[in-house]
């Protein structure tokens, strides 16, 4: 899932500064899980920002909603009806949600109030980890289930460097060695002949190096003539 | 860790390729070549722009090593750039081994540097992962990490001998013929995989490695062991990173704090003992003493690891203490350093 948190919140009133009403939009898909943008995370934030504003003499009135799915227009289409009285809307959504807001609700002012993280995994309660980059070209049969991209903080192919000490990665010490368990998985599957090859330079064009991606599926679109 | 059971490996033959100076033309090559025990020291460039700060730290070094790296960017500190610090160090007579991080540069701009690098003369390249920016001065930095350093060894090994650009495209006029190096840390972890990570790099390219600084003689045997075994000194040469220590303070934080960094208790109570009848307060009698006592024990190291079979040579890092080097290198009966003809 995506996970995200909240940014601080001076951060978020400072981007309320000059309005007087808010909408305060959650999400109910990736960032409710990860207790960052769900209905109890915008009830929370909205009456700290209420409050907050109020002690300074300056007070917001912020309305509460939530959609099921922010990233996609036809469950943030029934927020259009309410939108003229807000000066902007205060999204709880992922970077993706914020974006889908601001484009479908072009006259709107769309304030972020998370900090979108990673595509994460949730390794205990109240504990996530970046699992995926979304690099777009997938290496993870080569490296015993676990991502090099992601997991190791110079992305190395060929590890694991000098660094490893433990299991434990020089840049972090709460950080697992992505390699250390490569190096693990791959012996216990009989397949350390990987770890041998010099795994070559990684083609980065399906990353975002390689330009603003867009995947088209001709298989799944719907004809221009069907559209209307 | 010690539940890892690694298989057998041996070293693909690599009888077809060139001997180690005829693949470049440096002067630590042919010292390698030769089958002299080389010498190399360390030069860090200057936080600043001045290149007299480069020329005196290249005098303490002229005559006592064969060639000396010139550190980029080190711990992620912006220094004045390797390649220039290179140059200016050439013109004192040292010969420079440049290092390169790929923390910093792309594949385009790492080629492209290194082509200028080579034009202006620098013959010897050490090719690194580099020290992450979160321990250097601009932890705020976007790094790069394009390649790693094992496909930059690749990379810089395929410029050389097939002519080409990373992306396969033939270089006008031939590739830039570096000596080729990496690095080793032989006390790094998993302890059974060291050994098949520097294969790797004899594999992926690299003529010669430097190691991390070497305090556990016991560990370091035992990591040669597997290494001679496996073939991997026969296709490449190990030089070996000494240092002498400054302070039994300074000997205790590279045990406690430096990841990868081993050093066995007996050095640390030499250190210590070495200053037990001087008074507390006498700074410069303990820090004399010290001293005097960290570069006997470095003499020592060099005389034993010169002892030990697949060990091509020395690495004396005198990190901000130069002036070290000379002493160190004539005590261990290194000097003078072989002149080789080209």
């Not at chain 1, 807001?101 to 006259?107: D, K, N, R, S, W």
């Not at chain 2, 006498?282 to 034993?304: D, L, S, T, Y």
């Amino acid at each position: 899932m995506i996970v995200a948190e909240q940014k601080p919140l001076n951060e978020i009133k400072a981007m309320l500064e000059g309005c007087n009403k808010v909408l305060a939009v959650g999400c109910g898909t990736c960032v409710a899980v990860c207790f960052a943008g769900g209905r109890q995370e915008v009830g929370l934030l909205s009456a700290s920002l209420r409050m907050s504003t109020d002690i300074d003499g300056a007070a917001v009135d912020i309305d509460e909603t939530i959609v099921q799915r922010q990233c996609e227009k036809e469950y943030n289409a029934p927020l259009e009806a309410e939108l003229e009285q807000y000066d902007a809307i205060l999204s709880l959504g992922c970077g993706v949600g914020v974006q889908s807001l601001a484009q479908q609700f072009p006259g709107k002012r769309i304030l972020p109030a998370l900090n979108t993280k990673f595509m994460g995994y949730p390794a205990e309660h109240g504990i996530w980890e970046d699992r995926c980059q979304g690099c777009g070209n997938c290496v993870l049969h080569l490296t015993g289930g676990v991502c090099p991209v992601s997991r190791c903080p110079k992305s190395l192919f060929n590890g694991p460097c000098g660094g490893s000490q433990g299991g434990i990665c020089e840049v972090d010490q709460e950080t697992e060695c992505a390699w250390n368990v490569i190096c693990e998985n791959q012996l216990r599957l009989g397949l350390f002949d990987e770890m041998m090859e010099i795994h070559p330079a990684k083609d980065w064009s399906s990353a975002r190096d390689g330009g603003h991606r867009r995947i088209v599926r001709e298989d799944v679109r719907i004809p221009d003539e069907e559209k209307a | 860790m010690n539940t890892m059971n690694f298989p057998a490996f041996t070293m693909p033959d690599n009888s077809a390729a060139l001997p180690i100076a005829e693949r470049c033309d440096s002067h630590l090559a042919r010292v390698l070549a030769a089958g002299e025990f080389a010498v190399t020291g360390e030069l860090g460039p200057p936080k600043g722009h001045d290149p007299e700060e480069v020329r005196s730290k290249a005098r303490l070094l002229l005559d006592c090593v064969d060639a000396a790296n010139v550190t980029d960017n080190q711990a992620a500190v912006v220094r004045m750039s390797s390649i220039a610090a290179g140059q200016i160090m050439m013109a004192e007579g040292v010969e420079p081994i440049i290092q390169m991080t790929c923390r910093d540069r792309n594949r385009l701009a790492m080629q492209a540097d290194l082509l200028g690098a080579y034009a202006l003369g620098i013959r010897n390249l050490l090719c690194l992962s580099g020290d992450h920016q979160s321990c250097g001065n601009h932890p705020g930095a976007k790094n790069v990490h394009d390649i790693d350093s094992m496909q930059f060894l690749r990379m810089m090994k395929e410029m050389r001998d097939e002519n080409k650009f990373q992306c396969g495209e033939e270089i006008p006029g031939g590739g830039p013929r570096f000596l080729i190096g990496g690095a080793a840390n032989p006390f790094a972890d998993p302890a059974e995989w060291r050994p098949y990570r520097l294969a790797k790099k004899a594999i992926a390219g690299a003529d010669f490695v430097q190691t991390q600084l070497v305090y556990d003689m016991e560990r370091f045997r035992e990591y040669m062991k597997r290494v001679v075994d496996m073939g991997v000194a026969e296709q490449l040469k190990i030089i070996v990173g000494v240092g002498p220590l400054k302070s039994a303070g300074m000997a205790k934080f590279m045990r406690d704090r430096i990841p990868g960094m081993t050093v066995p208790d007996a050095i640390i109570d030499r250190m210590a003992g070495t200053v037990a009848d001087i008074d507390t307060e006498n700074k410069p009698e303990r820090n004399a003493a010290w001293k005097a006592e960290g570069i006997r024990i470095c003499i020592e190291q060099i005389q034993e690891i010169r002892e030990i079979e697949g060990v091509a040579g020395v690495h004396i890092m005198a990190i901000e203490w130069e002036e070290a080097v000379h002493p160190i290198a004539e005590a261990a009966g290194l000097l003078p350093r072989p002149i080789i003809e080209a």
